[in-house]
């Protein structure tokens, strides 16, 4: 057992897949399967429930997590002890606000773990070394570095009528309270029928938006990844295919942070990197940095 493999467990826990867990750490599927067996020899015990859209952790993961977070965190704490200081470079990362937590944390790590590295947060509307952002809000003189997409969903009380459904169309929404985002997507999903809808309340933020509907107030139209795992609030698919790619945007005229530069090669070779079925993670999007392309676009921010 090594730190590696503590590693890589931490990443499948969090992300219950597989792929999605290699991505997060830079590597291939193949190690972090090969890690995940090692560790169920070693420990003697299952980790994993593999199912079709991912796997599911068992007792013992659960039991063995905290473990491994704790040995991890105090691993770090050792290399980092008896360090001499160093000048640190300060690197300014704007990110949107309808990020989700455990994607944020994945994407966070990578500049977080580097000792040379002063992070400094901003808005994603601020000034910043890169930002990560929709596609929709990149700017003309801006690349852009995909790294996942995801569809918007439908988040309600438990107890709504409308949680009967297994999928939601516009004409259901027309008539009941909603809470608007400071963003555009609801816009796109509505339509026309914008001026129909009635707006309960207006969140500043994804969890502020999540503790409304659980407390009834109304529904929200969000990312699926901020409604991922929510238990007070349930999740229904609309109708109306709306989706977000969401990736690292850098202005093409100005010279990244060697840190930066580090970060979007490895996020660059990680997207080009085959699972096992032969195909790139997200093959249907475009993986090298890209100017804007022109024309009318999906929802985004």
Not at 68 to 93: G, M, N, Q, W, Y
Not at 210 to 238: F, H
Not at 261 to 282: E, H, I, N, W, Y
Not at 286 to 294: E, G, K, L, N
């Amino acid at each position: 057992m090594d730190i590696r493999e503590l590693r890589y467990f931490v990443a499948v826990y969090r992300e219950r897949n597989l792929t999605a867990a290699a991505r997060a750490c830079f590597v291939s599927q193949p190690s972090i399967s090969t890690a995940i067996t090692n560790l169920e020899a070693e420990l003697g015990t299952t980790l994993f429930i593999r199912h079709k859209k991912g796997v599911a952790p068992t007792a013992s993961a659960e039991q063995f997590h905290t473990l491994a977070r704790r040995i991890i965190d105090e691993a770090d704490a050792a290399r980092s002890l008896f360090k001499k200081p160093i000048t640190k470079t300060t690197v300014t990362l704007g990110l949107m606000r309808t990020l989700d937590v455990p994607r944020t944390i994945a994407l966070l790590k990578p500049l977080t773990a580097r000792s040379d590295i002063a992070l400094r947060l901003v808005g994603s509307d601020e000034r910043a070394d890169a930002r990560i952002i929709a596609k929709t809000m990149l700017r003309d003189d801006e690349h852009f570095v995909a790294l996942w997409s995801e569809r918007y969903v439908a988040a309600l009380p438990p107890s709504h009528p409308l949680a009967l459904k297994e999928k939601l169309r516009a004409a259901d929404l027309a008539d009941v309270p909603l809470i608007d985002r400071c963003h555009c997507e609801q816009s796109a999903f509505f339509g026309r029928n914008a001026q129909r809808r009635q707006a309960a309340a207006i969140a500043q933020s994804e969890d502020w938006a999540m503790a409304l509907v659980a407390a009834g107030v109304g529904i929200a139209i969000i990312p699926e990844g901020v409604a991922k795992g929510n238990p007070d609030v349930a999740v229904r698919e609309i109708e109306v295919k709306v989706k977000r790619e969401v990736g690292l945007a850098y202005r093409a005229s100005a010279p990244l942070a060697d840190a930066l530069k580090d970060f979007v090669g490895k996020l660059q070779k990680q997207r080009r990197k085959p699972d096992r079925t032969g195909r790139r993670p997200g093959a249907r999007k475009r993986v090298s940095p890209s100017r804007r392309p022109r024309g009318r676009r999906a929802a985004g921010s």
